[in-house]
């Protein structure tokens, strides 16, 4: 019996010390700032709630499927012969540019979105089924897909149910396609086929090249575009170009009414419409308010030498 607890007592003692010696370890961690990137991944994990929609089961996550850790073998990404089940882990919806058209919709592997005119808008069906759905692809999902929708609005995603009982996005109320014969980022072989297939932009309208699309003034005079809705997200890149791989770190966001302070600097970012960016934390220093895409923050018009720092809903 004597031995028995003098066992216990030892194990108590061991317990008490690892305790101890893992409360020295915070106390020290809490003296010294963690890298950016694990303090963005922090946040990131904190921010990117999970949506699931009631009709078809679609969980909808902020931020990029890279910044949600999705596996880049399967979703967007996984071979074209891959079964149905695996192609449709992930589906990523981004702002972008589709072959000089900007913002246009495009997905995962940087495919260009297509909307059909024979759809009618919010009418809940589509009109491409059978051999035109082989060469026009329909983009669907399943109960439990991951949807990454960066620089899309929430109010603008929505799905509708198929002939064949799948789940179809739409964006803007239109249903959402792809091009058989686009294989590549950037390709639009399908743009104005029969005078009825078009590149999407993110509220599910034609795309039209960037010097067209109004409000590209990504922070110039300080306002938004005019007519351009408040953000509801925003996604900050670490590097330029909104580089998503690599040593690059991506983050989806709420906008709030109050200042919220991002864990270090970002260098570009894709907000689903106008917010107010800053150079320091706290919504200090110098103040930019933009509507679209910004490639490089430290660059102009913007000109923030260190990145984006902190950001409110314009």
């Known amino acids: 019996m004597r031995r028995k607890q003098v066992g216990i007592v030892a194990a108590l003692l061991a317990i008490g010390v690892v305790t101890l010696t893992a409360c020295g370890q915070g106390a020290t961690q809490s003296g010294s700032a963690a890298p950016a990137q694990e303090q963005a991944q922090v946040e990131n994990a904190a921010d990117n709630a999970v949506e699931t929609d009631a009709t078809s089961g679609v969980d909808l996550l902020r ?37 000089g058209l900007e913002p246009a919709v495009v997905n995962g592997k940087g495919l260009s979105v297509y909307w059909f005119s024979d759809d009618p808008v919010n009418g809940g069906v589509s009109n491409c089924n059978g051999d035109c759905a082989k060469t026009w692809p329909p983009i669907t ?46 390709d ?19 795309a039209v090249p960037k010097a067209e699309a109004p409000g590209q003034n990504n922070g110039q005079q300080g306002q938004p575009a005019p007519g351009a809705k408040p953000a509801s997200s925003v996604t900050f890149f670490q590097g330029k170009n909104q580089k998503d791989f690599g040593d690059s770190f991506a983050v989806g966001v709420k906008v709030e009414k109050t200042c919220q302070d991002l864990r270090g600097g970002f260098l570009s970012l894709n907000p689903d419409g106008a917010v107010k960016i800053w150079s320091e934390p706290g919504c200090k220093g110098k103040s930019a308010v933009v509507s679209d895409a910004v490639n490089d923050a430290s660059a102009a018009p913007v000109g923030f030498p260190e990145g984006v720092k902190s950001y409110i809903a314009a």
């Open 141 to 186: 999902v399943t109960k439990g897909t991951r949807l990454f929708f960066p620089g899309i609005r929430r109010e603008n995603i929505n799905f509708i149910k198929r002939q064949d009982g799948q789940f179809q996005v739409t964006i803007g109320g239109r249903p959402a396609y792809l091009f058989n014969k686009d294989k590549k980022a950037g």
């Open 188 to 206: 639009i072989l399908g743009q104005n086929v029969g005078g009825k297939w078009f590149v999407m932009n993110p509220e599910g309208k034609r």
């Open 63 to 99: 931020g990029t499927a890279n910044s949600n850790k999705a596996d880049q073998n399967t979703g967007d990404r996984a071979p074209e012969n891959a079964p149905v089940e695996t192609r449709q882990k992930w589906v990523e919806l981004r702002a972008g540019n589709a072959g």
